[in-house]
């Protein structure tokens, strides 16, 4: 027996596709074969599987769950949470991996697999594995068992584990995702005063869609810190391990900021530690980690990459400008929106400041949003190559670790292949406007140089 899936499905970091179009309950039971052999072939025998609050998940779950016991390995199901509680039940449950299945902030009609193996990051050429061995029907055989694990309250006990923060009054936006109920329970033991959001789980996401990256999305949320006159406000994505923020002012924290607060207390604990952020972060946190006697290291987009690379060089806590936050240090180093929202407490209370004076002290920059431009497939990396080609010919101060970032005097900017579309990537980063459009200048000059051209593009 064998399978194939669809060739847009088998992405670098996860499985994902459109339910009914190009992910279906056979795809998720291939999966659990695929996985089965692999935990097998390492010596495993269980695996951890949660899912996320969309439509699909139930029917998903159940194809998988039989995969995975046909293939010979037992399952211990958690149920319905976000993405880091499962990480979480991988991590501390005796266990070989986990599979959490979630959509994470796509529309309600997708679905997808994110996989552990071995307290690992299973990514890049493990999801092509998985891909190749259904193509071979190349599968383990086997009979496993089926328990059911309610971890979602020791989850909340180590969410609060050593609290630090103080009693402020928070609001919290759960998006109609998978983090809601772990929010409702986790708010009763915080002290404080806390107002929530969307934390019923709605498959249909009726208020927002579940993506706190987007300023648009968090209007809800500005809204009711500003009628509460709250100190501050967090907003998660549909699967709970990518975090929003605002101040008390409505002014969105961006991912890159939250992880210069949550830096502090970190390099207090850990000094010299190496902090990992990625290509599309602003100067101003490396500058940040580098004060407070931290090691900046920029690292390659993709919450993966960065888990693996963490790990390789000991660092404490990593983040990506996406709003992924891992924290190594006292924890378990996975992305997870809920925890950081603690340990932010304990950063603001331990700074003496509140999250709107640490906003305002923050580094004036202006940026673009992040720019996408279609482009072929094949010239996709190609372009990239070219690009670096000639700014290196022209001794550019250029980083090449994850596409170019070029630094110049009035700031930075970057061109960068997506890993999961067939797009370009841009952003720029400047003092004032007209060093912003000099840098912009030198992108629209470089994209020409090879073809093509930047568009127009909402925002900036």
Request: aromatic share 8%.
């Amino acid at each position: 027996m064998s399978h194939n899936f669809h060739p847009t499905t088998l992405r670098e970091y996860d499985i994902r596709g459109i339910v009914g179009s190009t992910l279906e309950e056979a795809d998720a039971y291939a999966i659990g074969r695929s996985f089965a052999t692999l935990v097998r072939q390492a010596g495993g025998t269980r695996v951890a599987v949660g899912y996320d609050g969309r439509e699909s998940s139930p029917r998903l779950e159940s194809a998988l769950v039989k995969g995975l016991t046909e293939g010979g390995v037992d399952v211990v199901r958690v149920g319905l949470g976000p993405t880091p509680m499962l990480y979480y039940a991988e991590a501390v449950l005796e266990v070989d991996g986990g599979i959490q299945i979630t959509g994470s902030h796509n529309p309600p009609d997708y679905n997808g697999f994110k996989m552990v193996l071995q307290h690992a990051p299973f990514y890049g050429a493990d999801i092509q594995k998985i891909g190749a061995m259904a193509a071979e029907g190349d599968w383990t055989e086997g009979t496993g068992t089926v328990t059911d694990a309610d971890i979602m309250d020791d989850y909340v006990g180590r969410l609060l584990a050593g609290y630090a923060g103080g009693a402020f009054r928070i609001g919290w936006d759960a998006g109609n995702g998978a983090a809601g109920p772990v929010i409702e329970k986790l708010v009763k033991l915080l002290p404080g005063e806390h107002h929530l959001l969307f934390t019923d789980v709605d498959p249909n996401f009726p208020n927002h869609h579940p993506d706190p990256t987007e300023e648009k999305n968090l209007a809800d949320l500005k809204a009711l810190v500003a009628r509460e006159k709250l100190d501050f406000g967090v907003a998660f994505d549909g699967d709970g391990d990518r975090i929003g923020a605002i101040d008390g002012e409505g002014r969105v924290i961006w991912g890159d900021q939250l992880l210069g607060i949550l830096a502090e207390p970190v390099l207090k604990a850990v000094p010299g530690g190496t902090i990992i952020a990625d290509v599309k972060t602003s100067q101003a946190l490396y500058d940040r980690v580098a004060e407070l006697g931290g090691e900046p290291l920029m690292w390659k987009t993709g919450h993966s990459l960065i888990k693996a690379k963490m790990k390789q060089v000991d660092s404490p806590l990593g983040g990506e400008m996406s709003g992924h936050i891992f924290f190594a240090w006292d924890y378990y180093g996975f992305d997870d929106a809920i925890y950081a929202a603690v340990r932010l407490m304990s950063a603001v209370r331990m700074s003496g400041q509140s999250l709107t004076e640490i906003k305002d002290a923050m580094p004036d920059m202006i940026n673009t949003p992040e720019m996408r431009f279609q482009v072929d497939e094949t010239r996709k990396f190609a372009v990239v190559d070219e690009v670096l080609g000639r700014l290196k010919a022209d001794g550019a101060d250029v980083n090449d670790i994850d596409g170019a970032r070029v630094n110049t005097e009035d700031g930075w900017w970057l061109l960068r292949a997506s890993n999961t579309q067939d797009v370009l990537v841009a952003r720029a980063e400047a003092r004032d406007e007209a060093g912003l459009d000099r840098l912009l200048g030198q992108i629209d000059e470089q994209l020409a140089l090879s073809g093509l051209e930047r568009g127009p593009q909402a925002g900036h």
